[in-house]
């Protein structure tokens, strides 16, 4: 069985500067995308509609031409599906042991029973961003509507 790769993960905010870092290992790679999953390595969070836990496990996919990644959420006590948390981003900049993505504040989580809640809608609108990027953005939340409504993966989890 071969080893998993580690990976680095950079979150950057819209200026591009470094926020914070993480690691994960790769489990799939395509030409334009990375897959990899992490453990929640902060305190707990109620975040109000989801708690994030210590080593929750998260499966993670970024892309390099895609405005948004999505991260899988499981319970760290019984693997339980928490659901999926999405990030509107600029595409990502990935290589062989480091992935990285520029956050534009605004949210999408997905819900296992399928209901969508569209998060920080204020903190994006309050962003200093090109027009061309604010529609990407919400192209993006789009798309991952799309995406739930077809139950296409990783969304083919939905009860």
């Known amino acids: 069985m071969s080893q998993l790769q580690p990976i680095t993960v950079i979150k950057r905010d819209h ?3 470094y926020q914070w870092d993480y690691s994960g290992h790769v489990i799939a790679r395509g030409p ?4 990899l999953q992490a453990r929640f390595n902060r305190a707990d969070y109620d975040a ?10 998260f499966t ?12 899988k959420l499981q319970a760290v006590a019984d693997g339980r599906l928490k659901g999926w948390y999405c990030n509107i981003t600029r595409p990502a900049t990935i290589t062989a042991d480091q992935v990285s993505a520029d956050d534009l504040a605004l949210d999408v989580f997905v819900r296992p029973s399928g209901e969508i809640l569209l998060l ?16 990407a953005a919400w192209a ?12 296409t993966p990783p969304f083919d989890l939905i009860g």
């Open 15 to 17: 200026r591009g500067q």
């Open 32 to 35: 334009r995308w990375v897959c």
């Open 48 to 57: 109000g509609y989801v708690v994030f836990q210590r080593d929750d496990l």
């Open 60 to 71: 993670e996919w970024f892309y390099s031409d895609r405005w948004y990644n999505i991260f």
């Open 120 to 135: 920080d809608e204020d903190e994006f609108a309050a962003l200093d961003l090109p027009d061309a990027e604010r529609q």
């Open 140 to 151: 993006a939340v789009g798309a991952l509507r799309a995406a739930v409504a077809a139950r």
